[in-house]
T-cell receptor, first 116, second 110 residues
Framework: GAVVSQHPSRVICKSGTSVKIECRSLDFQATTMFWYRQFPKQSLMLMATSNEGSKATYEQGVEKDKFLINHASLTLSTLTVASAHPEDSSFYIC????????????FGPGTRLTVT | GQNIDQPTEMTATEGAIVQINCTYQTSGFNGLFWYQQHAGEAPTFLSYNVLDGLEEKGRFSSFLSRSKGYSYLLLKELQMKDSASYLCAGSSGSARQLTFGSGTQLTVLP
């Protein structure tokens, strides 16, 4: 149990385009979903915390107009990178959390974004 | 603020024991997680400590001292497949947000 999927796993796009990444909890309802970004050889940096039906809470330095998060249901959250630029190229990882398992976060497999 | 410190790199020999230390300064601390991450993959859960003491799970054990803001991950009978990055993460706040350390890249040599 506790499987989280992400789609797509890899995406290459041109500078200026928008990219949507989906995060789904497949066999449980996630009270909260988190979005992280990881640059090469660095650790995971929390971008935002998302609760179903409410606005996401963004970490300091993360532009909410550039990284649009929609948490439409208890099993789906989406991250849209608006007008992507090469510096947005990174590994984006989501996690889903349920209060029923000690608040443990279950991580998706990640999405490798490359902006050319 | 949140601050998690762990060594950047460690090297050990197959079959040996290695201890990866982590110190933290986290307001609203709930507990401490350890994750394993192979290159290009998402982190996988190893352990979660809330109370002081040692939690043993097979070849992996994790220790927590809340008063000292200190944790360690102990890996026994090292295997080549244990070569990976090990992430220490502090959980804090009502949302149980995770603050990750920089990760310790462990290399297991034959």
């Amino acid at each position: 149990g506790a499987v989280v999927s992400q789609h797509p796993s890899r995406v290459i796009c041109k500078s200026g385009t928008s990219v949507k990444i989906e995060c789904r909890s497949l066999d449980f309802q996630a009270t909260t979903m988190f979005w992280y970004r990881q640059f090469p050889k660095q650790s995971l940096m929390l971008m935002a915390t998302s609760n179903e039906g409410s606005k996401a809470t963004y970490e300091q330095g993360v532009e909410k107009d550039k990284f649009l998060i929609n948490h439409a249901s208890l099993t789906l959250s989406t991250l849209t990178v608006a007008s992507a630029h090469p510096e947005d190229s990174s590994f984006y990882i989501c996690s889903a959390q349920t209060i029923h398992q000690d608040y443990e976060q279950y991580f998706g497999p990640g999405t490798r974004l490359t902006v050319t | 603020g949140q601050n998690i410190d762990q060594p950047t790199e460690m090297t050990a020999t197959e079959g040996a024991i290695v201890q990866i230390n982590c110190t933290y300064q986290t307001s609203g601390f709930n507990g401490l997680f350890w994750y394993q991450q192979h290159a290009g993959e998402a982190p996988t859960f190893l352990s979660y400590n809330v109370l002081d003491g040692l939690e043993e799970k097979g070849r992996f054990s994790s220790f927590l001292s809340r008063s000292k803001g200190y944790s360690y991950l102990l890996l026994k009978e090292l295997q080549m497949k244990d070569s990976a990055s090990y992430l220490c993460a502090g959980s804090s706040g009502s949302a149980r947000q995770l603050t990750f350390g920089s990760g310790t890249q462990l290399t297991v040599l034959p």
